[in-house]
């Protein structure tokens, strides 16, 4: 059956309902279901020509907005986990936070910082059952007694494969954001539970293939096949790689053949992704493995 929305979890999916000036509405409604009561946005702006030019990166943000108040918010959608996901969001905060450096006599006071990741997949470093079944992850500098000792920067990680709400188990405003957010693609027309409420009947019309221009048309398909293949490659070569990691630990230690085939996971995307003709640092981004370790790889 032919899709009636897009796939949000594409670039171009994701920024056309949150990150163009005529979706401002939507992405401030989903914002502040996010926030707390003391960071809600009565308006915002978006700042991305405001992103440092000297990075090779032109993604360096997917979305980049401030308040009235001046509180920076980063938005990142992210497809696959990278091996340093998390040193990567904590560079992203370090730009909004420099850029309030005022020339002349300043008190180095800061609006808060926000960076928001929306991800495709789940972290692997959980210990207990329950961290890894959460998909609302907030974090602040603490210290050893587990005492905010910074609150303007904060950091919001949502684990999209976490969420399992059916329509008759959504509450809040997230729970409805997150669900449409998930399910998006696969709605043929908009249930129920967001009945006439005229945010998500403004996000549904942003959605609508049919509504697209020809140009965004063309836009979108070529966006969704990088999102196809970056997935269909991952999820086949680290399912193949935890088999041989299973295999060989019969023979060498259960951890050591799961690292073993970890290592071989990492290879086999990285050779499906040059075959597809995705760029080396990219892959790199992904993988973990070096520039010279991809070229190598036949």
Not at 144 to 168: A, C, H, S, V, W
Not at 172 to 183: E, G
Not at 215 to 229: A, F, N, P, V, W
Request: glycine fraction near 6%.
């Amino acid at each position: 059956m032919k899709a009636r929305y897009f796939n949000p979890f594409t670039d171009f999916g994701f920024k056309k309902i949150f990150g163009e000036e005529a979706s401002k509405h939507l992405l401030k409604d989903f914002l502040n279901a996010l926030l707390p009561a003391s960071s809600q946005i009565a308006e915002l702006s978006f700042n991305n020509a405001g992103q440092p030019s000297e990075f090779k990166y032109s993604y360096l943000f997917d979305i980049y907005c401030q308040n009235v108040n001046g509180e920076r918010f980063v938005l990142e959608l992210q497809k696959a986990e990278q091996k340093f996901f998390k040193d990567r969001t904590h560079f992203y905060s370090s730009f909004p936070i420099l850029e309030q450096a005022e020339r002349g006599d300043w008190t180095f006071k800061l609006q808060a910082v926000f960076c928001v990741g929306i991800l495709d997949f789940t972290f692997d470093d959980y210990v207990t059952e329950p961290e890894k079944s959460q998909v609302l992850h907030q974090i602040k500098l603490k210290d050893q007694n587990n005492k905010i000792f910074y609150d303007k920067l904060t950091y919001i990680y949502l684990e999209m494969p976490n969420f399992r709400k059916t329509e008759g188990q959504l509450e809040t405003q997230l729970d409805k954001w997150l669900y449409f957010i998930k399910n998006l693609e696969d709605f043929s027309e908009i249930p129920h539970i967001f009945g006439d409420e005229v945010i998500f009947q403004s996000a549904f019309e942003k959605a609508e293939l049919a509504r697209l221009m020809p140009e965004d048309q063309s836009r979108y398909q070529h966006s969704l096949k990088i999102y196809r293949d970056i997935k269909n490659v991952i999820d086949t070569a680290y399912d193949e790689g935890k088999i041989e990691g299973i295999i060989e630990g019969e023979a060498k230690g259960k951890a050591e053949g799961l690292e073993e085939g970890k290592a071989a996971g990492k290879a086999e995307i990285a050779r499906a992704m040059k075959s597809r003709g995705l760029d080396p640092e990219f892959i790199a981004d992904v993988t973990g493995l070096s520039i010279s370790q991809i070229n190598d790889l036949s």
